[in-house]
């Protein structure tokens, strides 16, 4: 809800899975100013925790500034690593236990760069990793039992999901690359909260707790990392107003936008941050 739409929690924070279709978001803001837009992976805001009105809406998404999407938990809940349940421009796809979601997200994400390099894009990919539960990955070796995929819940798989999610990012990066865009393309990878409780991690030989829910540093310490080619224009939007201030106001500032062709936005689920030392 902060991240989408600028706003203090304070301000338009209603339910826990929801955002209120009143709402604008960036989506709306590049929609409006001529990009492509999708949203991929962790949907988690049409209120289907609490039933709230119209939560079966398929068409949510597009309220929100998006012409394209590939989303779990849109409607109802379900796995979001095997077998996952996933809806795809108001359709359920096909899945089976073989398929991987962070798989097919990404995969979807790479088409639409493909289809759009000759156009200014936004694609914004909340992740499904690394959630619990814990679960083996198509590269771990226990994916090979199709019960492990489901049910181990076993935090000695983090650091599996964790790989999946690098390799992931990078195939997002070389679709750029191949496709001769990255040098016009700003790159946001963020965390959303600390890393799960039950995990441990070490940073230079400290063991860390994770503190998902804290107000201690490793419950609020998270990535955030900018890439982009031209390091310059990097360092001259630093100086700019906060994103808030500079774009959602609609009296002319958006128009700024155009200094940069394509902005994606990636968003770990539950971070995989490595916390500094105490």
Request: overall charge neutral.
């Amino acid at each position: 809800v902060k991240i989408m739409t600028g706003k203090p929690n304070y301000e338009n924070y209603e339910y826990f899975t929801y955002l209120n279709p009143k709402e604008k978001t960036f989506g709306n803001l590049f929609q409006d100013n001529g990009y492509k837009t999708l949203v991929a992976g962790k949907w988690q805001l049409n209120g289907v925790q609490f039933k709230l009105d119209d939560y079966t809406d398929l068409k949510r998404p597009y309220t929100f500034g998006f012409d394209s999407y590939m989303l779990w938990w849109l409607a109802e809940r379900g796995s979001r690593f095997a077998n996952p349940i996933l809806v795809n421009n108001e359709k359920k796809i096909d899945t089976s236990i073989d398929d991987y979601g962070p798989e097919i997200v990404s995969d979807y994400i790479v088409d639409f760069i493909n289809e759009h390099n000759n156009s200014p894009f936004f694609i914004y990919y909340p992740m499904m990793l690394v959630h619990d539960p814990f679960l083996p990955t198509p590269n771990s070796k226990d994916w090979e039992n199709e019960q492990n995929r489901l049910n181990s819940n076993n935090p000695e798989y983090f650091p599996d999901m964790v790989s999946y999610m690098d390799s992931t990012v990078g195939k997002i990066i070389n679709t750029l690359k191949n496709n001769n865009i990255d040098d016009n393309t700003i790159i946001i990878f963020l965390g959303d909260n600390g890393t799960d409780r039950k995990v441990f991690t070490k940073n230079n030989n400290v063991l860390v707790k994770g503190s998902k829910g804290l107000t201690n540093k490793y419950g609020t310490n998270v990535p955030l990392i900018i890439s982009w080619s031209k390091l310059k224009k990097i360092a001259s939007l630093a100086r700019r107003p906060s994103w808030r201030d500079q774009y959602l106001e609609r009296d002319g500032p958006a128009a700024r936008l155009g200094d940069v062709s394509r902005v994606c936005v990636v968003k770990a689920n539950e971070s995989a941050s490595r916390h500094p030392p105490p």
